[in-house]
């Protein structure tokens, strides 16, 4: 390693209690989005990310304003316009930590306990946040950095990022760079850190169907109209056949095949049938045998009923014929799918199979922003970032493809024309999202000394 990693790492040694002083007052706000209650917190946490972003130097440093949470920028100008300008992209805001009652420990007081630190965020991503700015504040407190930064953190990632496609719209200019770095992806396990290189979109739909004008006696009308929970469940059954192939009229006709290399590269993540029993509880797992569970899930397209409504539920009978039924859908996409197309062949769908006697409506419950995302795995900028991994963990990073997404590197692509490198250092048991969040603090000093050889490196790869 070069004297300028070592005395980063270094400082990172000598500053450990520090940092996770600092971390724990950064977990301490309750920068929660979805609650107004918490509109003052959410503040206070981009204020906190902007104090820390004015320590290192960052100049220009602002809170930007979208329709609801402020953005916090700033830039990072090394005075070499050749090097690459990289987008840190993060987000500060965190999900409610309900139910309390299942905490072990206070949620907005960090505790450290068996090498984890606990509290909501600590994973999601306040965590990825500190490896990223404990990073950066290694190398200039020790050197200076030889390439160009931008800051992008907002507040608005646990409610969906309603406002960042508009807000990017607005300001494509003052972020434009030459890639992301994105660390809100995770690894694999401890032992296995990872790339991601794809995401899958979501299209996201209501079904109403409509038939008599008002509950019908199912006595005096049954065999005479037809029955709209009935007529609905058989339409959604007809979405999807026996194999688990998707019925809607030219589904799979966008749909981006997998290669041969990417195959190989799934099968390398070991995640058999067992696994993902193991994962679901379920005695048996249900999809097109063509291709295997990982394959499915990270690269091929899904259709799945989220809720059913209608009819008579309540203690007892009630012999109805309900006079309307509901049912929200979603699908997962894949490059090249788009949710636009999807709403065509569903729509057709809906048209050849509904039957005479009902009405039907269909609602889209997703925008076009949110597309399958998908990048080349071979960028110089993100062999870079897998050399930086391969020589913290000793092994080489798996690059894969998700099954979840994470608008924000569609939108990046679509609006800036830049892709992202999608990792981190976050675990599957990290419980984000759930009571006791934490990180394991193995993975968070890794995570900083992986990023500041990246940072030292990047520069003279992608020049």
């Known amino acids: 390693m070069t004297n300028q990693v070592e005395k980063a790492f270094q400082y990172v040694e000598d500053n450990k209690n520090n940092v996770l002083s600092v971390f724990k007052e950064f977990l301490s706000i309750p920068s929660i ?18 104090d820390y972003l004015d320590k290192l130097g960052v100049s220009n440093t602002a809170l930007l304003e979208t329709g609801q949470h402020p953005v916090v920028f700033g830039e990072y100008q090394c005075g ?51 490896v990223f700015l404990s990073a950066i504040e290694a190398i200039v407190k020790t050197g200076s950095l030889s390439v160009n930064l931008k800051f992008m953190i907002e507040g608005e990632e ?9 807000f990017l719209e607005k300001h494509k200019d003052l972020f434009k760079c030459d890639f992301v770095l994105n660390l809100d992806a995770g690894s694999l396990s401890k032992t296995q850190p990872s790339i991601v290189y794809g995401l899958r979109g979501l299209a996201y739909f209501e079904i109403h169907v409509f038939g008599p004008d008002h509950d019908l006696h199912s006595g005096l009308f049954g065999g005479v109209v ?14 999807i056949d026996e194999q688990g192939i998707i019925q809607l009229p030219g589904f799979y006709d966008d749909v981006m095949p997998i290669g041969d290399d990417e195959k190989s590269e799934m099968a390398k993540l070991g995640l058999d049938e067992d696994y993902y029993k193991t994962q679901t509880g379920a005695d048996a797992l249900f999809g097109d045998s063509s291709f295997s569970p990982t394959e499915r899930i990270g690269a091929r397209p899904t259709l799945d009923i989220n809720g059913i409504l209608g009819g008579f539920t309540g203690v007892g009978p009630k012999t ?6 509901m049912a929200k859908i979603s699908m997962r996409l894949v490059p090249n799918q788009t949710p636009r197309n999807v709403y065509t062949q569903l729509v057709r769908y809906l048209e050849k199979n509904a039957p005479n006697g009902i009405k039907w409506q269909l609602i889209r419950l997703s925008g076009d922003s949110e ?28 690059h894969q493809r998700e099954g979840g997404s994470i608008p924000i590197a569609s939108n990046i692509q679509n609006i800036l024309g830049a892709s992202s490198i999608l990792s981190g250092f976050g675990l599957p048991e990290d419980k984000i999202h759930s009571p006791n969040e934490s990180m394991d603090l193995d993975m968070f000093w890794k995570g900083i000394h992986a990023v500041i050889l990246y940072l030292i490196k990047v520069g003279e790869k992608c020049n």
């Open 158 to 166: 646990e409610i969906g990022s309603p406002s960042i496609e508009a």
């Open 33 to 50: 989005s979805s609650d107004p209650d918490h509109a003052n917190d959410i503040i206070s946490a981009a204020h906190w990310v902007k």
């Open 371 to 398: 597309t399958p995302y998908v990048t080349n795995p071979n960028a110089p900028e993100t062999q870079c970032f897998a050399e930086a991994l391969k020589t913290i963990w000793g092994v080489d990073p798996i």
């Open 80 to 130: 070499d316009d050749s090097k690459p300008t990289i987008l840190i992209y993060g987000h500060y805001d965190v999900q409610p930590p309900d139910p309390l009652d299942l905490w072990k420990s206070e949620p907005f007081i960090a505790e450290i306990s068996k090498n984890r630190i606990f509290a909501r965020g600590a994973s999601d991503m306040k965590g990825q946040i500190m």
């Open 320 to 325: 109805i014929i309900p006079s309307k039924s």
């Open 226 to 239: 037809r029955n709209p929970v009935q007529v609905l469940a058989e339409l959604l059954s007809g979405m």
